[in-house]
């Protein structure tokens, strides 16, 4: 054991995703925030790759166009997850008899069919 209690020295107390989804290389991490308005979530994507000289994996923000596919794929996974996270606090609100708004924050409202669905975005 080392000072911190952990076995491999690593400190616990870095912020972690609270679900992480992977394709391939390709990986989405889901954030989430508590704030005065409810549960908030955000994403980061990042793509995992070896580096050779020092022979470790690390990962970028960079993508390029083979990667593309996977990001797309990635990030509708992840917005079903967080829909579907926000679909079950609205139920248990309900059951609680808990205003449902502010139990399951804006994602609720979220068409679930994708951006601009409703004629909300003009493009």
């Known amino acids: ?4 209690g952990q076995p491999n020295g690593k400190k616990t107390d870095k912020p972690r995703p609270v679900h992480e989804i992977r394709m ?3 990986r989405a ?4 925030n508590e704030t005065d308005n409810g549960v908030r979530h955000n ?3 990042s793509r ?3 580096d050779e000289q020092n022979d470790q994996w690390k990962d970028s923000t960079s993508f390029g166009r083979g990667d593309l596919p996977l990001i797309a794929k990635v990030a509708d996974q992840a917005f079903l997850w967080i829909y579907q996270q926000a679909q079950a ?4 609100a309900r059951e609680q008899g808990q205003d449902v708004e502010a139990a399951s924050g ?8 994708g951006a601009g669905a409703g004629g909300d975005i003009p493009f």
């Open 43 to 45: 994403v980061t994507f």
């Open 29 to 32: 991490a889901i954030w989430v």
């Open 1 to 4: 054991m080392t000072q911190n």
């Open 89 to 92: 606090r609205a139920a248990q």
């Open 48 to 50: 995992l790759y070896r």
């Open 106 to 113: 804006e994602e609720a409202h979220a068409a679930p069919v």
């Open 24 to 26: 391939g290389r390709v």
